[in-house]
Structure formats: C-alpha cells, structure tokens
C-alpha cells in the first residue's frame, strides 16, 4: 500500500506548508516547514502501517516529490546547526510538553497560610485612654 499525500504552500505562512490525503483530502497537518516527515508521524497516530509506502505531491502536479515508507519518515526530522548553515536530517524526537520544569509543583499547597495581623501595638488607641 503508497498512501499520497498532497502538499501546499500557506500563503500566509512563508515557508511552511499544510499536508492532505490525495485519497480523500483529509488534512494531516496544518501547518508546517517540514509537512513529509510531520505527515508520516501523523499517519502512524492514525493506525497506519510503518511499513506503508508514502509518496508527496505538491498541489497541482503529477510529479512525485518525495518518497519513503511511513516509518522511515517518521523517525527523521531536519536540523540546521546554525542560520545559513546546510540542512541535515536527523533523528526525531518528541518534544517535551515544557523545555523546563514547572518552579512549583502544580497542585500543592502553599507552605505557609496568611492570618490575622495581629493588632499594631504602635498605633493611637481608639478611645480614651485607660488609667
């Protein structure tokens, strides 16, 4: 089985490009600079074989583009070590919800709890005062 998905340029977007099934036009990703290797991670979340051929056409052409199975695409993601510097593939890994750790762990309470001040002993009485 070659699934075939159709690439397209988002014109607000520079560089970044959205990704459709040729079969039915089922949108995989939205938006993205690298829509292959996105689209292949989407088609296994989908249930499709890593196995299964994966062909990319731009909109409007014939031509296949790229060509790879669904799990090789997957694995792979394109780095650059520096602005203008050659692209690369690489392995890809999943990112992290948070480059960091939360400061505070989410659902626990504060150490300490406010409580009334107790009253200024610097502070005029408010009435007469008391002998």
Aim: avoid cysteine.
């Amino acid at each position: 089985m070659t699934v075939t998905i159709i690439v397209a340029p988002i014109a607000s977007s520079p560089g970044r490009f959205m990704a459709k099934l040729a079969s039915d036009g089922d949108v995989l990703v939205t938006s993205s600079r690298t829509p292959f290797l996105d689209a292949a991670r989407r088609l296994l979340e989908l249930g499709y074989s890593a196995d299964a051929g994966l062909v990319m056409r731009h909109a409007g052409s014939v031509v296949d583009s790229l060509r790879a199975t669904v799990g090789t695409a997957a694995r792979l993601t394109v780095k650059e070590k520096a602005a203008g510097s050659v692209p690369r593939l690489a392995r890809w890994e999943p990112y992290q919800s948070s480059p960091v750790s939360p400061p505070i762990a989410p659902n626990v309470e504060a150490a300490t709890t406010l409580v009334d001040a107790p009253e200024n002993p610097l502070s005029e009485p408010a009435g007469p005062p008391t002998r």
